[in-house]
Structure formats: C-alpha cells, structure tokens
C-alpha cells in the first residue's frame, strides 16, 4: 500500500491537506473530523486495501467493480469510500475474532 499523504488525508471525507496533521493531532479542515493522527493514517493504509482491486477464485480473473461504485470511491485522489466503515471507538473485539483462552 502506498503510504503518501496518509497522515494529512481525512480518512472520513478523503480530503488532503499538509495543515490537517498538526504534530500527533489529525483534524480535517474540511470535515472536522479529529483523531490521533496515526489511526487516521492506518486507517487510510486499511481503506486503500479494501479498495485494492479483487482477484476472483477462478484462474485468477480479476473481478470488475461496478462503474457505480468505482465513481463513489475516487480512488485514485484518496477519497474516502462511502460504504466503509472503521470504528475507532470502544475496545470490544468481535467474537469471531476472539482466541480461544488455553
């Protein structure tokens, strides 16, 4: 994943500028969205994986997106899609995620 402007992109609306990260603090100037300012950048790096484009399991075919859809996601200038979600609140991990205690 490429990492430029992670940390100066709003992980909530996709917009970039050098003045949203100020130090450790994120806040979007165009949203107001606040976080520290390294989620924000994870969460970045996690949102252009999801964005990544799909292999399909037969032969290694490549799956194409709906034109829809790709016109929602601005992939290219680092929007933020807006069908992905990340909750950077509360530490309850999901079951399925749990591991077994020994």
Do not use: W
Not at 34 to 52: M, P, S, T, V
Request: overall charge positive; glycine content about 8%; proline content about 5%.
């Amino acid at each position: 994943m490429d990492p430029r402007n992670t940390s100066k992109r709003c992980s909530t609306c996709g917009f970039t500028h050098d003045d949203n990260r100020d130090g450790e603090d994120f806040e979007c100037l165009d949203c107001g969205y606040q976080n520290h300012a390294d989620y924000n950048a994870a969460k970045n790096i996690g949102l252009q994986y999801l964005r990544r484009p799909q292999k399909s399991s037969i032969s290694g075919v490549r799956t194409r997106r709906s034109a829809s859809r790709q016109r929602r996601q601005n992939a290219d200038d680092g929007g933020a899609p807006v069908d992905v979600r990340l909750n950077s609140e509360g530490s309850e991990i999901p079951r399925t995620m749990r591991t077994a205690k020994p």
